[in-house]
Antibody, heavy 121, light 111 residues
Framework: QITLKESGPTLVKPTQTLTLTCTVSGFSLSTRGVGVGWIRQPPGKALEWLALIYWDDDERYSPSLRSRLTITKDTSKNQVVLTMTNVDPVDTATYYC?????????????WGQGTLVTVSS | QSALTQPASVSGSPGQSITISCTGTSSDVGGYDYVSWYQQHPGKAPKVMIYDVISRPPGVSNRFSGSKSGNTASLTISGLQAEDEADYYCSSYTRISTYVVFGGGTKLTVL
């Protein structure tokens, strides 16, 4: 059974760096074809894809946020970490991590429950 | 990069069929057969209903179907049920990011 769970701060101050962790189970981050991504959703607004990392450490980023994001993984801990620098109140959102549906897939077939992050002074 | 374009809302009565459109460009929807559709109920995580334009994951009702013509993909829900009321998002592979871009979402109301 594949599960993902997000963790991190619920409140961050403007200009600070946000670090979110996705802990996965039911699959290995080193299995060929596996990818884990991050998606966010501001309150009442649409989904926005942020970043994804593949089993071979290949990283993909949203062009509009690329300069502020870093995605890494720790296979031994079954964790994927997203770092966002210089946060702003507009970054307030529920952040989800999700499993990519395998090699050659561009479908996010398993999602975490999400974690709400508020950016405010 | 701009999100894919979806209607803000659609509605239908129980038993009817509805279609939600998702319009992109040749860099995304029109250029690749990697369109997915997600259903999201309030306060819940999204759930994939269609992937690769027309494929249904195990456990998804066959009342949900997908199609594509040119730069526009579509999700059709037949035999509408009250439980179908939710927000629906499309996504597509895009060569700009070499991963995906989402649509702006469509709120489905079952009258």
């Amino acid at each position: 059974q594949i599960t993902l769970k997000e963790s991190g701060p619920t409140l961050v101050k403007p200009t600070q760096t946000l670090t979110l962790t996705c802990t996965v189970s039911g699959f290995s981050l080193s299995t060929r074809g596996v990818g884990v991504g991050w998606i966010r959703q501001p309150p009442g607004k649409a989904l926005e894809w942020l970043a994804l990392i593949y089993w071979d450490d290949d990283e993909r980023y949203s062009p509009s946020l690329r300069s502020r994001l870093t995605i890494t993984k720790d296979t031994s801990k079954n964790q994927v970490v997203l770092t966002m620098t210089n946060v702003d109140p507009v970054d307030t959102a529920t952040y989800y991590c999700a499993h990519n549906g395998g090699a050659g897939s561009y479908c996010l077939n398993y999602w975490g429950q999400g974690t709400l992050v508020t950016v405010s002074s | 990069q701009s999100a894919l374009t979806q209607p803000a809302s659609v509605s239908g009565s129980p038993g009817q069929s509805i279609t939600i459109s998702c319009t992109g460009t040749s860099s995304d929807v029109g250029g690749y057969d990697y369109v997915s559709w997600y259903q999201q109920h309030p306060g819940k995580a999204p759930k994939v209903m269609i992937y690769d334009v027309i494929s249904r994951p195990p456990g998804v009702s066959n009342r949900f179907s997908g199609s594509k013509s040119g730069n526009t993909a579509s999700l059709t829900i037949s035999g509408l049920q009250a439980e179908d009321e939710a927000d629906y998002y499309c996504s597509s592979y895009t060569r700009i990011s070499t991963y995906v871009v989402f649509g702006g979402g469509t709120k489905l109301t079952v009258l």
